[in-house]
């Protein structure tokens, strides 16, 4: 029977055109819709989708900026996209803010959890030093402290030279748990010298450096750096002080002396030379405080204001007092303790080395701590109380003192001739 092709009763043609019709319809109204409907999916779409390794960076970054800002839950939704994806550097950056925000919220177990994972996918990353340092931190915190030491020890051996500071500082901890303080101060010097300048493992190395190298310089433990002076007949703690070259405050603490007038003959005092200097650093508010060595501590310090912008150039200090009266321009005198006395607690004028300063600067402290580590004095460097009180006992009168706009360490590798210091005699 021959096959057919087709009926003889013509079939309906009417839905099949309305099916063309609708398509038509649709494709018309999507080239209308189209580049709205693609603006709107942008702002969804990221969450869901890696980005790619140029968008890592600034999705990082605004990560960053919430969850230093306080904001924690809107950092975490923003580095979603990158814990999804596989970058080599951007998703273990966002592992270890993620960890720094589960910590924030008390949720160590998850925090350690989230940074093994990492730790077994990223060991080929550049940052694989520090996702192991961070994970042995939280294993220090939880008391498993050998296992902790075995991977800073390894940290320290292996990683590349400049990340070695996070092992470094971990043993630094260690160390300090243990009651070796210069085992400690030693390992943080060394983080301190091997990080890069201005780095977050810097910034640690710093602070942990310099309120050891503090604690030290003031404690009545001997070091390789401290001597011994015997009280002979007609001794003052001033006159010892200006013998040595070194403050009367250092000396009291460094040996306890409950009464500055009671000295016995024969005694042994502890105190540790040094040639401190000064530099001022405007562009970040910072003070480096520096020994033949290099950076003892770092303070913070608010500078001039617009306008009255501190002085870049070279000075030293002048006479130093102890809870100052301010002589406020176009006012009376205000006592020390005041409420409005800007001095605060301490007062150490700087005196220009060559003409053409200004001759009214110093450092002090101050009655408005919030404002230190900001633009907003008259041209002064002001510290808090604590801080300046703390200076005012480790630098003699002379000590100089560089205002720049830029400190550059690389300088400071053949140290000048720095003129003669000379010990505050009060």
Not at 113 to 132: H, I, R, T
Not at 239 to 247: F, R
Not at 277 to 289: A, G, M, P, Q
Request: charged content about 25%; some cysteine.
């Amino acid at each position: 029977m021959t096959k057919l092709y087709f009926s003889k009763k013509k079939k309906k043609q009417e839905p099949r055109l309305f099916v063309i019709i609708g398509v038509l319809c649709l494709v018309f109204a999507l080239l209308l819709i189209g580049p709205y409907l693609y603006s709107k999916t942008r702002t969804v779409l990221p969450a869901f989708v890696a980005p790619s390794i140029a968008d890592a960076e600034p999705v990082f970054t605004e990560a960053k900026r919430l969850f230093d800002q306080g904001e924690a839950d809107k950092a975490e939704q923003a580095l979603k996209p990158l814990l999804k994806g596989k970058d080599p550097v951007f998703t273990p950056r966002a592992v270890l803010l993620l960890a720094d925000i589960q910590i924030q919220r008390g949720q160590k177990e998850e925090a350690l959890k989230s940074l093994s994972e990492a730790c077994d996918s990223f060991q080929g990353s550049v940052e694989y030093p520090n996702l192991v340092s961070r994970k042995a931190q939280l294993l220090e915190e939880a008391g498993q402290v050998e296992e902790a030491r075995s991977i800073y020890e390894s940290v320290r051996d292996n990683a590349p030279s400049e990340q070695r500071s996070s092992g470094l500082l971990g043993l630094g901890r260690l160390a300090e748990r243990d009651g070796k303080l210069f085992a400690a101060r030693d390992l943080y010097r060394e983080a301190v010298d091997g990080a890069p300048w201005g780095s977050a493992a810097w910034n640690e190395a710093v602070e942990e450096m310099g309120r050891l190298n503090v604690q030290l310089i003031f404690s009545s433990d001997e070091s390789e750096e401290s001597r011994y002076y015997t009280v002979e007949s007609g001794d003052s703690l001033i006159s010892i002080g200006i013998k040595l070259n070194t403050t009367q405050g250092l000396l009291v603490k460094a040996n306890n002396i409950s009464d500055v007038s009671r000295l016995t003959l024969g005694q042994r005092i502890k105190y540790t030379p040094k040639e401190f200097r000064i530099v001022i650093e405007r562009s970040t508010c910072s003070l480096y405080l520096l020994d033949s060595r290099g950076l003892f501590k770092r303070y913070h310090v608010g500078l001039g204001k617009t306008g009255h912008e501190t002085a870049l150039g070279s000075y030293v200090l002048g006479n130093k007092q102890k809870d100052p009266t301010w002589f406020k321009p176009g006012a009376g005198p205000i006592p020390a303790g005041s409420p409005e006395n800007e001095l605060g607690s301490r007062w150490m004028p700087m005196v220009p080395v060559k003409e053409g300063l200004p001759t009214d600067l110093g450092i002090h402290g101050t009655i408005a701590p919030d404002t230190v580590g900001q633009y907003s004095s008259m041209g002064c460097a002001r510290m808090t109380n604590t801080d300046v009180e703390e200076l005012f006992d480790l630098v003699v009168r002379s000590t100089p003192v560089d205002v720049v706009d830029v400190y550059k360490p690389e300088d400071d590798a053949v140290p000048a001739a720095l003129p003669e210091q000379h010990a505050e005699t009060q």
